[in-house]
């Protein structure tokens, strides 16, 4: 059974960092894309960063620079490290895993982390 779980988020001030946490347990972890999405309240979840199985990442525009994905096949663990954060990156953090043969339909998603950014 499949299962992945966010941690690490929290009430940070302007400036501040965190690091999130993603495991997928139950997987082959090395076949999957991971990413994480965001979701802020009224808007609509987006991409904040992905790394695929063999190890490329995108970022959106609004993170790079700011932001690293990383993974540890190892612990079927993917990280989000976030720094110089803004009140604009409040937001529940969502945790997808993505099998990379996409025919297979394996796709996964976690319930969410709660980053919250003070001024």
């Known amino acids: 059974q499949v299962q992945v779980v966010e941690s690490g988020g929290g009430l940070v001030q302007a400036g501040g960092s965190l690091r999130l946490s993603c495991v997928a347990s139950?997987?082959?972890?090395?076949?999957?894309?991971m990413g994480w999405y965001r979701q802020a309240p009224g808007k609509q979840r987006e991409l904040v960063a992905q790394?695929?199985?063999?190890?490329?990442?995108d970022y959106a525009d609004s993170v790079k620079d700011r932001f690293t994905i990383s993974r540890e096949n190892v612990k079927k663990t993917v990280y989000l490290q976030m720094n110089s954060l803004t009140p604009e990156d409040t937001a529940v953090y969502y945790c997808r895993a993505e099998h990379s043969a996409a025919w297979r339909g394996l796709d996964y998603w976690g319930k969410g982390t709660l980053v919250t950014v003070s001024a």
């Open positions: 790394i695929a199985a063999a190890g490329r990442t």
């Open positions: 139950g997987t082959i972890f090395s076949a999957y894309n």
